[in-house]
């Protein structure tokens, strides 16, 4: 619903420094503008009105003796219960936001307050009494929140952009981030590619007092599976869940509509919310497009449908803004797409229903069927496995059938699956490369791994991309390209009480080769015709690999391999021999070609020419 930035720490001219802080940010919150400052910290907001969309709850927010200050981005969906639980307890509420609860809350319960919060969020208050900041972020990490310490300053807020801005900041390019990056499409740890700045994990608080940083996990995933229910029930459950869950995330004070494709999640979401629009982008070819099958799904359900054919042209020329967007390079194409689906939707209402999340809940990807359709395969001894891996890497040309099933299932699970997408192995980035460490895949995902060292595979496989995938790819592009447009993304399938349910689910009632979501499908095949609910996921179709064929973006990648930024990080013969592969049809090279290619252009945006501009600035 907002953003939010601020510091702790003594500067000259801090008025003025905040103002340009929150103007990095100005998309996130066009509706209003709010600043505390005092001699210790100094806090700034912008906000998209959503709920009590009066001046009364602008932010900052104060409690009754203004000894603690609030900064709040997000929506806590229960705060009304919590509101009648705090004026019982004597607290006065001056407004009907629910950003007033956290304030009253904390009073009341302390650090304890996160414990009891349903929601999505990022926030910090201030206390002016004992100068402490307390920060929180939500349980998923749907809404981002980055902090960094430097220089005796504590910089927080929505966006890192910000930070920019404050004379204290050193703004130096991370460059141990670049390996990680290239094989994971993202920075998939609690560091960013801006050195000294970080990321507040998932169902995460923290406290700022003194100098001193402490930062205490109160939220951890239990996916254990024990539940006696019969199937019917469990579905009962689910199908109660969610409709009460959709029913708490259409709480606003203006209209509610949903995004839609053709697959499941977003059709539910759509029948479930009930809401009067819903939006649905696309590209010319067919195989690309989900937008005829949205809008027969729309007619179905009697919802209006807004539409967008995506043009190659403006989906690359917006490149470089959405970079600006994003904070940091996420090198999945579905990210632009988003941008201009949030831009079609934010024509028309200011918050959209999203089927973020059900994946890593409810067991969606295909991927994770791979545990279960090959058991046979596995029961090869695992030396033998480990020689015909050796032997399809080294001996078998690329792009050979089986070449790539061998290699996979020579590896133990935890030695070959990082998540939805392995972009750049640790060879090819250590070939790549000219000066950075190759990727440490392991060393990433080995501590998650341990956590749930005795469950199934499958199990596994959720909690990893709960923890890297989920929050670093997914929902981040979900938060920066709807804020970009200044539309609030709500997901109700990331929800606690959801997430309550979906961890009792046993094995066979989310993976039933080759079915995924087996009890989520079940539930929507109530509501929703069979052929929406069983179609197999699409993802975000993109024709990248098409376009980089073609003569005019073909040139505009051959020519970014070619700076001097390019240079500075990239073997870039190696680079340019990916890329004529790829026209030439011998290999599909499309994802490595890209992952580069978005990494330099953000790099252009924020490190080669100085500060970032806004678009909106740099349009003008």
Not at 28 to 44: I, T, Y
Not at 58 to 79: A, C, H, M, S, W
Not at 273 to 281: A, I, L
Not at 590 to 608: G, H, P
Request: some cysteine.
């Amino acid at each position: 619903m907002c953003g939010f930035t601020g510091f702790v720490g003594n500067i000259d001219n801090k008025e003025q420094v905040l103002e340009n802080m929150m103007n990095t940010i100005v998309h996130r919150g066009p509706d209003s503008a709010g600043q505390f400052l005092d001699e210790d910290a100094a806090l700034g907001f912008r906000r998209l009105s959503i709920i009590d969309i009066s001046a009364v709850g602008d932010q900052p927010l104060y409690n009754e003796d203004r000894t603690k200050v609030l900064v709040f981005n997000g929506e806590i969906y229960n705060y009304q219960e919590l509101r009648e639980e705090l004026i019982a307890a004597g607290h006065t509420f001056t407004t009907h936001t629910d950003s007033e609860t956290l304030l009253h809350g904390y009073e009341e319960w302390g650090e304890q307050l996160v414990d009891r919060l349903r929601g999505m969020y990022g926030f910090v208050i201030w206390d002016r009494v004992e100068k402490k900041l307390f920060g929180a972020r939500d349980i998923f990490g749907i809404k981002p929140f980055y902090y960094a310490q430097m220089n005796g300053t504590f910089l927080f807020g929505s966006e890192i952009k910000s930070f920019v801005e404050h004379p204290k900041f050193d703004k130096v390019f991370n460059e141990d981030a670049l390996a990680d990056y290239l094989s994971f499409q993202f920075v998939p740890t609690n560091e960013t590619f801006f050195k000294g700045v970080f990321c507040l994990q998932p169902g995460h608080y923290f406290t700022y007092q003194n100098g001193t940083l402490s930062i205490s996990r109160y939220y951890e995933p239990d996916f254990h599976g024990k539940t006696d229910k019969p199937f019917e029930e469990i579905v009962d459950d689910v199908e109660r869940v969610m409709r009460e869950s959709v029913k708490m995330h259409k709480i606003s004070d203006v209209e509610v509509g949903s995004y839609l494709s053709s697959g499941v999640d977003s059709s539910y979401m759509a029948y479930l919310g009930e809401v009067d629009r819903t939006f649905t982008v696309g590209f010319g070819q067919e195989q690309y497009s989900e937008i005829k099958d949205a809008k027969e799904f729309a007619d179905s359900i009697g919802v209006k449908n807004d539409s967008k054919i995506i043009e190659p042209e403006e989906y690359w020329d917006s490149l470089s803004d959405i970079q600006y967007y994003m904070d940091e390079p996420v090198a999945d194409p579905a990210a632009i797409a988003l941008y201009f689906l949030s831009k079609e939707a934010a024509k028309k209402v200011k918050v959209v229903l999203s089927g973020e999340g059900s994946d890593e809940l409810f067991g969606g990807y295909q991927i994770y069927c791979e545990p279960i359709e090959y058991t046979g395969f596995n029961k090869i001894p695992r030396p033998i496995r480990k020689a015909l891996g050796v032997f399809a890497e080294n001996c078998l040309p690329r792009g050979m059938k089986g070449r790539s099933f061998l290699i996979r299932h020579s590896k133990t699970l935890e030695e070959r699956y990082i998540g939805n997408a392995y972009i750049f192995t640790e060879k090819e980035a250590g070939r790549l490369l000219k000066n950075s460490r190759r990727p440490d895949t392991m060393k990433v995902t080995a501590p998650i791994y341990e956590r749930v060292k005795d469950k199934d595979p499958v199990t596994k496989m959720q909690y990893l991309d709960m923890h890297l995938w989920l929050v670093h790819d997914i929902l981040m592009k979900g938060d920066k390209m709807g804020m970009a447009n200044s539309l609030e993304v709500r997901v109700p399938f990331l929800d606690k009480e959801v997430m309550e349910v979906a961890q009792s689910l046993p094995l066979k009632y989310k993976i039933d080769a080759p079915r995924t979501k087996v009890a989520l499908r079940a539930a929507a095949d109530r509501e929703i015709r069979s052929y929406t609910a069983e179609k197999k996921k699409l993802g975000f179709p993109i024709p990248i690999r098409v376009w980089l064929k073609e003569d005019q973006y073909y040139n505009r990648v051959r020519a970014m391999f070619e700076t001097k930024e390019a240079e500075q990080f990239f073997d870039t013969a190696y680079l340019k021999k990916l890329l004529e592969e790829h026209r030439a049809g011998k290999f599909d090279n499309s994802r490595k070609i890209w992952t580069v290619y978005i990494f330099l252009l953000w790099y252009e945006r924020f490190f080669a020419n100085g500060k970032p501009v806004h678009p909106a600035m740099s349009n003008k």
